[in-house]
């Protein structure tokens, strides 16, 4: 119950935008809307150099503040306001939160060469979404988890038809062509984005099947091959011949 809470508490700046998402009634279409559909290295581009330069003036980067619970890839959130106090930055990018669109600008590899990734609103909302119907059923029937098919020990799929929804249309950042799913922790009832089928496409794209450690997380694969970051997500492993979810 401890790291729950912990866990919540570290994502309690992005609950937030996910709040004024809704009140603000934008939701999943927004998605649809051009500038959510521009190529978005033209916008990472600009961001990056000015990122850079800002780092180079002052020493430090210019992010939101977030702690030690907040999620790897959900944890160094781009402040704009900073880059465009200090003439970095002209306007911030159309497809940017702060702009109306769906994305959140983040760095990774902060404290070595930070790189500009984005995050995508709309699965984070839609696992928001989830874990509500979930944290409901599990509330009104004695503790017990609305799990679907079993991955492991740790994992299963949530099984949607016990929480009353049906499956969020919503499209993998990473392959347009496929919806995401949605993983749940057998113990702790924590709704996540189930990654797999994403990570072994870019496994098999790259050929990259025969490369890994025995506890190297895949999800960096995700961070190096394209301009998102994997939010909501927990780690994986190659185990079995394929991508495995572990806690």
């Known amino acids: 119950m401890n790291l729950k809470r912990k866990r919540t508490q570290g994502r309690s700046l992005l609950l937030v935008i996910i709040l004024v998402i809704l009140l603000t009634g934008c939701a999943y279409p927004q998605e649809l809307r051009k500038e959510n559909q521009i190529n978005p290295a033209e916008f990472i581009t600009v961001v990056g150099q000015a990122v850079d330069t800002y780092h180079e003036k002052t020493g430090v980067l210019p992010i939101k503040n977030s702690d030690m619970t907040t999620p790897l890839y959900e944890k160094y959130v781009i402040d704009f306001p900073k880059l465009k106090k200090t003439n970095l930055l002209s306007s911030v990018p159309a497809n940017a939160f702060e702009s109306g669109g769906v994305f959140i600008y983040v760095l990774v590899d902060a404290e070595t060469k930070p790189i500009v990734k984005l995050m995508d609103l ?22 017990n988890i609305p799990q679907g098919v079993a991955i492991n020990d740790a994992y299963a799929y949530v099984d949607l038809k016990l ?3 049906k499956e969020p249309d919503i499209k993998s950042v990473y392959n347009r062509k496929n919806t995401i799913t949605y ?65």
């Open 122 to 143: 709309s699965a984070y909302q839609s696992v928001e979404d989830v874990q509500k119907k979930v944290n409901d059923y599990i509330a009104k029937h004695s503790g």
């Open 163 to 165: 929480i009353g929804m």
């Open 183 to 247: 993983l749940i922790n057998r113990q702790t009832g924590e709704v996540s984005i189930d990654y797999a089928m994403d990570i072994n496409m870019f496994i098999k794209n790259n050929a990259l099947e025969s490369s890994f450690k025995p506890d190297q997380d895949l999800r960096r694969i995700l961070v190096d091959k394209s301009y998102f970051v994997p939010i909501r997500s927990v780690s994986y492993v190659w185990k079995n011949n394929q991508p495995m979810p572990q806690n």
